[in-house]
């Protein structure tokens, strides 16, 4: 008999292991951050013990949702300014408040936030990009959420970074700082092809690559960046981001609304993978991703939620259900997109997307333990005939009950257990009264 | 000072009345399930007391949502076949089903379960169309629920009424029996024009005008049923129901998808509403309502989640997100559908549907007191610059905390206040096993 850290035993395990095995009555054993075993809770009970046993007897056990695309310090801009044209939201509204407000402890308390709300959506990984990305490291791990962190690179002079340089040293020095740090990972990850000149987008990719970092940008989010970019470069973005030796298994693109066939065909031999944010689009008006042709072509896809203020939450189940449900109509096909394959979107082939396959997105022996128990006994998910149509057509965040990063329990029965929501409410409301008084100046 | 049964106080109030009122630190007094008061919290102190006060402190407060559509009685069936094309969906799946379990018994437990799940999604009124419907009618008002209810007329044999004239007598007989309850109306529900036989569509609006009840039925749901319709009567099926003097004040449409501008005008004319089904609509890959086009023809539109067997859950929340993010996307405008006008649709509008503004649909004096109540203090809904940005992109049922209706407080701190949910999940249960079984055989 082994002793371990934790168990969790009696739950309906859903593994997305790659035989999509279901263990009904189930258990896992978790140690050290990992997991040690998973079979049936009889057989389970017989090898490991624990002090720590956790009964998911009316529960579904998962991996953790993967939330492929955030800007998670921008929560306290959340709902700040809606239902208007995106230049006149970015100029009018959110870049002016950013200007103003985003500094090192805003950056940080906004993410601390995030990170707590994250939690509460069973999301145990993000990818993030945004300013100050070592105070979201900070907040991240403080919280216990694994995340990639980037600094947004822009090609002009920023209050905080004067050169894009700056900008991509910033991230290498956060590399190096928590390189011991088990839930943090930097990346390199230029803002767009729009706002990076080629030079800066080259040593952005080959400073990446001696560092062994990961590479994320955002891509073809609207039609105009795509006709600028034929305009100015004579081809799409994907060709020439192909050009300047950009692509390739390290990178991921988020959005990636308007790209064409041959576009997809070259991601997928690049090993390229998609982060698609699709209520964003939506609220919009950016457009549907052609998530047809990426399947068709092999493009690994996956799911996000952007950042608050263009959302405006951070529930990946939202995102399921809306895809999944949007591309059934555009394509005119109901069996289109079906919820095995959603769940799969946001768990494996996300961890796939950020080369993380081997650690995380599913219940496998030697992964992590990150791990989202979800509650059966609720009026709205009963009854149940199939567990992925459940997850992807009926439930919601709130079912999310028990949420477990890197062996760690998080939340605990819907209360998260190391974090006091009350005093992320009152600075909450003091960030709202700053940035309504600055609205109305 | 009068005394009255209940005082909401302290609240953040969202009348929807004509002028779209904002009472911060506002309260409410409910007597006789009306709404007898409404003003700041120290006008209202000043002149009532109650021997029940609700503190509103960290909370909207605002009239209960309307869904206009649903089958409520088919519970048991959610995610019971999904991701299908909808004959399979339909012929292999949910009419066997219906076929063979569909009884009182089933409508009445089905419809208990439903009332007490769309009381947690804040909803205070169903306008709900299936077969045992005074099962339903007393379903609802045990659970307090306020419902429209109809019996679906077909033109063709069930195993519970042998011809269509039995099921049209089956509503009027539950609209007497009905008569002195204040939460049921009962309504005259043809099912649809190619279930339906022009005579029986004619008998049908006939007898609903002779008792003074509602008419709703489905129309334009595909494209196929609006072919075939242009096949057999020559004239689109806004027309053909115009040519048969079916039209009026008192009737409203389910779906709506494929409704041309012609038609739209003349909804518009005859004072018909519609009740959009989104995610249903869009599941089933049946299309996009032209809600742009209502809204220029001055068609009343509303939402509706349709049952759950196609959707899969009761949340108008959800319907309030998808519909406007997807019509902003699908009108290349992201101004389109603005987060006031949506939750316009979901309380006032609908009342207008069904012609009860004088009753519901607002806060206001006179007004019965259907009103819910939504969390602020939740780490998804802080901060909140615009109360109505955050009802239809951010917030989900979770947040919805206290729910009355007709004055009467059906559930307070999220949990229902009469309901005992462990018995309906045994028998949620009870019948999955059931429906389990004969998919199976």
């Not at 457009?287 to 950042?307: M, R």
């Given at each position: 008999m082994?002793?371990?850290?934790?168990i969790?035993?009696?739950?309906y395990i859903?593994?997305?292991?790659?035989?999509?095995?279901?263990?009904?009555?189930?258990?896992l054993?978790?140690d050290?951050?990992?997991?040690?075993?998973?079979?049936?809770?009889?057989?389970i009970?017989?090898?490991?013990?624990?002090?720590?046993?956790?009964?998911?007897?009316?529960?579904?056990?998962m991996?953790g949702?993967?939330?492929?695309?955030?800007h998670?310090?921008?929560?306290?801009?959340?709902?700040?300014?809606?239902?208007?044209?995106l230049h006149?939201?970015?100029?009018?509204?959110?870049w002016p408040?950013?200007?103003?407000?985003?500094?090192?402890?805003?950056v940080?308390d906004?993410?601390?936030?995030?990170?707590a709300?994250?939690?509460?959506n069973g999301?145990?990984?993000i990818?993030?990009?945004?300013?100050?990305?070592k105070?979201t490291?900070r907040?991240?791990?403080?919280?216990?959420?694994?995340?990639?962190?980037g600094?947004?690179?822009?090609d002009?002079?920023m209050?905080?970074?004067?050169t894009p340089?700056?900008?991509i040293?910033y991230?290498?020095?956060?590399?190096?700082?928590?390189?011991d740090?088990e839930?943090?990972d930097?990346?390199?990850?230029?803002?767009?092809i729009?706002t990076?000149?080629?030079?800066i987008?080259?040593?952005?990719a080959e400073?990446a690559?001696?560092?062994?970092?990961?590479?994320h940008?955002?891509?073809?989010?609207t039609k105009?960046?795509?006709d600028?970019?034929?305009?100015q470069?004579?081809?799409r973005?994907?060709?020439?981001l192909?050009?300047?030796g950009?692509l390739?298994?390290?990178?991921?693109l988020a959005?990636?609304v308007?790209?064409d066939n041959?576009?997809?065909?070259l991601?997928?031999?690049k090993?390229?993978?998609v982060?698609?944010c699709?209520e964003?689009?939506?609220?919009?008006?950016?457009?549907?991703?052609?998530?047809?042709g990426?399947k068709?072509?092999?493009?690994?896809i996956?799911?996000?939620?952007?950042?608050?203020?263009?959302?405006?939450?951070?529930?990946i189940l939202d995102?399921?259900?809306?895809t999944?449900k949007?591309?059934?109509?555009i394509?005119?096909?109901?069996?289109?997109?079906n919820?095995e394959?959603?769940v799969?979107m946001?768990?494996?082939?996300?961890?796939k997307i950020f080369?993380?396959?081997?650690?995380i997105?599913s219940?496998?022996?030697?992964?992590?333990a990150?791990?989202?128990?979800?509650?059966?006994?609720?009026?709205e998910?009963m009854?149940m005939?199939?567990?992925?149509?459940?997850l992807?057509?009926?439930?919601?965040s709130?079912?999310?009950q028990?949420?477990?990063i890197?062996?760690?329990?998080?939340?605990q029965d819907?209360?998260?257990?190391?974090?006091?929501?009350?005093?992320?409410?009152?600075?909450?409301?003091f960030?709202?009264?700053e940035?309504?008084e600055a609205?109305?100046?």
């Amino acid at each position: 008999m082994q002793h371990t850290d934790t168990i969790i035993k009696n739950g309906y395990i859903v593994t997305i292991n790659p035989e999509m095995d279901i263990i009904e009555n189930g258990a896992l054993a978790i140690d050290n951050g990992k997991i040690l075993a998973i079979g049936t809770t009889e057989e389970i009970e017989k090898n490991y013990s624990s002090n720590k046993v956790i009964d998911a007897s009316t529960k579904i056990v998962m991996p953790g949702f993967i939330n492929g695309h955030t800007h998670i310090a921008m929560t306290y801009l959340r709902g700040y300014a809606d239902d208007l044209l995106l230049h006149s939201w970015l100029q009018d509204y959110i870049w002016p408040a950013e200007a103003r407000f985003v500094k090192a402890k805003f950056v940080y308390d906004a993410s601390y936030h995030a990170c707590a709300e994250l939690i509460k959506n069973g999301i145990t990984m993000i990818n993030d990009m945004y300013f100050y990305s070592k105070e979201t490291a900070r907040a991240a791990t403080k919280a216990g959420m694994r995340a990639i962190l980037g600094e947004g690179i822009l090609d002009f002079p920023m209050a905080f970074h004067k050169t894009p340089e700056s900008m991509i040293n910033y991230a290498i020095e956060g590399h190096e700082e928590f390189k011991d740090n088990e839930l943090i990972d930097f990346a390199i990850t230029p803002h767009s092809i729009y706002t990076c000149s080629k030079k800066i987008l080259i040593t952005a990719a080959e400073k990446a690559r001696a560092y062994n970092m990961l590479i994320h940008t955002h891509l073809s989010e609207t039609k105009k960046e795509v006709d600028d970019c034929l305009e100015q470069h004579g081809v799409r973005p994907v060709q020439y981001l192909d050009s300047i030796g950009f692509l390739g298994k390290d990178v991921s693109l988020a959005h990636g609304v308007w790209i064409d066939n041959d576009e997809q065909k070259l991601l997928a031999e690049k090993g390229v993978g998609v982060n698609i944010c699709t209520e964003c689009n939506l609220k919009l008006s950016s457009g549907f991703a052609p998530i047809k042709g990426y399947k068709e072509n092999g493009v690994i896809i996956s799911l996000a939620t952007d950042g608050v203020a263009s959302n405006n939450n951070l529930s990946i189940l939202d995102e399921m259900d809306m895809t999944s449900k949007v591309h059934k109509a555009i394509n005119n096909d109901p069996t289109f997109l079906n919820a095995e394959e959603v769940v799969r979107m946001v768990t494996i082939d996300a961890a796939k997307i950020f080369n993380k396959e081997d650690k995380i997105g599913s219940l496998e022996v030697g992964k992590k333990a990150d791990i989202i128990l979800l509650e059966r006994n609720k009026l709205e998910n009963m009854p149940m005939y199939n567990v992925y149509s459940h997850l992807v057509y009926t439930m919601h965040s709130e079912s999310v009950q028990d949420v477990i990063i890197n062996g760690k329990v998080l939340m605990q029965d819907r209360k998260l257990v190391e974090i006091d929501e009350d005093e992320l409410f009152d600075k909450a409301r003091f960030y709202q009264k700053e940035l309504q008084e600055a609205k109305s100046d």
